[in-house]
């Protein structure tokens, strides 16, 4: 079974989009975003701040995005869990019907059921003009789960010049969980049953 990454970081389209800096586009844009920070200053968890460099680096403040994503995944963000501070990632996946609709179509009722369309490989919302036409079930999987906090860089005092270096760091570690977590979610979607 060949793994199907779930997340990655563009390097190359982001050096390819540097307007000024000469570095990076993603240092540009945490630099003009820094109000993304604004209260985690110095908070003695990395969460907030890690999620706050998530946010910076894709759609909408980021787009495309620095962090990119597997064509099934449609949006994937994290915040602070206010139970206890911990850092749950929340991503919406594009799934196949459930087994318990593709036993039998006696539900569809010739109604012409459509499931996600797809334009160049990418999951996209119908048309209004197909919505007028007929009907359409686009299935969806929520994950809501915890990320370890273990390599998360802390959070820094303030707006120093590693800034940007640390809110990359704090993406790879992201992008690197999120991949274990999810990558094999994936992999199983796109190879379907077995």
């Known amino acids: 079974m060949t793994a199907q990454q779930a997340f990655w970081i563009d390097g190359r389209s982001d050096r390819e989009r540097v307007r000024y800096s000469g570095v990076s586009h993603y240092s540009e844009r945490v630099w003009e975003n820094i109000g993304e920070f604004e209260g985690v200053w110095g ?20 787009s495309p995005g620095f962090v990119r994503w597997h064509r099934r995944i449609l949006s994937a963000s994290c915040d602070r869990n206010t139970w206890d501070g911990s850092l749950t990632a929340h991503v919406t996946i594009v799934s196949p019907p459930p087994a318990a609709l593709t036993v039998s179509r006696d539900w569809w009722r010739d109604r012409g059921w459509r499931d996600w369309p797809e334009i160049f490989g990418q999951f996209v919302e119908p ?37 940007a270096e640390t ?12 991949n274990d977590l999810l990558a094999p979610v994936v992999t199983q979607l796109e190879q379907g049953p077995r």
């Open 167 to 178: 809110a990359h760091r704090a993406l790879v570690v992201l992008v690197r969980e999120l």
């Open 43 to 62: 908070d003695i968890a990395p969460v907030a701040f890690a999620c706050a460099a998530w946010r910076i680096a894709t759609p909408p403040l980021t």
């Open 127 to 163: 048309a209004e003009q197909d919505l007028a036409k007929v009907p359409y079930l686009r299935p969806t999987l929520v994950v809501d789960a915890p990320v370890p906090l273990d390599d998360l860089p802390p959070a820094p005092d303030g707006p120093a010049d590693d800034l």
